[in-house]
């Protein structure tokens, strides 16, 4: 069993629908890292988080430490959000371990 | 530019060719990262850099993986003898330190034929 799962691995929905990405970990961890990877491989940061919830934007990322849970939320998504999303927790001093990825497709 | 730079963008070797990939982290970032990571599969941990210390090689797959940071700053991940089962994207990362956001460069796709 992977450290970190996420869920779904492939997501497809129409523009304008509510998107939910699901993370779970078995580890310790300092800080969780949700990532957007584009086609040719660029990895983006999206938040990093330790506690409760951020938002930028359309999109809203939460975790619950003691549940060992993170979900990321796009709201009005649209084809350019279409993308992998990977999250990945921070073990020990910096090391990132990472989900499988989710890959979205959001069709007009 | 501002980001982490990797170079080659593409590679491509025959088995049992040596080949060194390169990163330019940010200006300024005193930790750096390499990632390896396979088609359809999420990257996993290589190697971390300190500066110029290597603290953790734990994700080297083989002695043939080498990575180095002489000066603190560029880092070059050498793979000797590659082998067909090496091919996959090599991401680097860097950050300002500890529990800082890691800026990841576009990697670096090698192919081993």
């Known amino acids: 069993k992977n450290e970190v799962e996420q869920s779904p691995q492939n997501l497809t929905a129409q523009e304008g629908e509510f998107i939910t990405i699901n993370c779970s970990y078995s580890?310790?961890?300092?800080?969780l890292h949700w990532l957007q990877q584009h086609p040719g491989g660029g990895i983006v940061s999206l938040f990093m988080l330790s506690s409760g919830k951020k938002k930028h934007g359309r999109l809203i990322a939460t975790i619950n430490i003691q549940e060992k849970h993170s979900s990321l939320h796009i709201t009005a998504s649209h084809p350019r959000d279409s993308a992998v999303y990977i999250c990945a927790v921070i073990q020990g001093a910096q090391k990132l371990v990472f989900g499988q990825g989710t890959r979205l497709t959001i069709n007009p | 530019g501002a980001g982490v730079s990797q170079s080659p963008r593409y590679k491509v070797a025959k088995r049992g060719q040596d080949v060194a990939l390169r990163c330019d982290p940010i200006s300024g970032h005193v930790s750096l990262f390499w990632y390896q990571q396979a088609l359809g599969q999420g990257p996993e941990f290589l190697t971390y850099f300190q500066n110029e210390a290597q603290l953790d090689k734990s994700g080297l797959p083989s002695d043939r993986f080498f990575a180095e940071r002489p000066e603190g700053s560029v880092s070059t991940l050498k793979i000797q003898r590659t082998q067909q089962e090496d091919s996959a994207v090599y991401l680097c990362?860097?950050?300002?330190?500890?529990?800082?956001?890691?800026?990841f460069g576009d990697g670096t796709r090698l192919s081993i034929l």
């Open positions: 990362a860097s950050t300002t330190g500890f529990n800082q956001p890691q800026h």
């Open positions: 580890v310790g961890i300092s800080a």
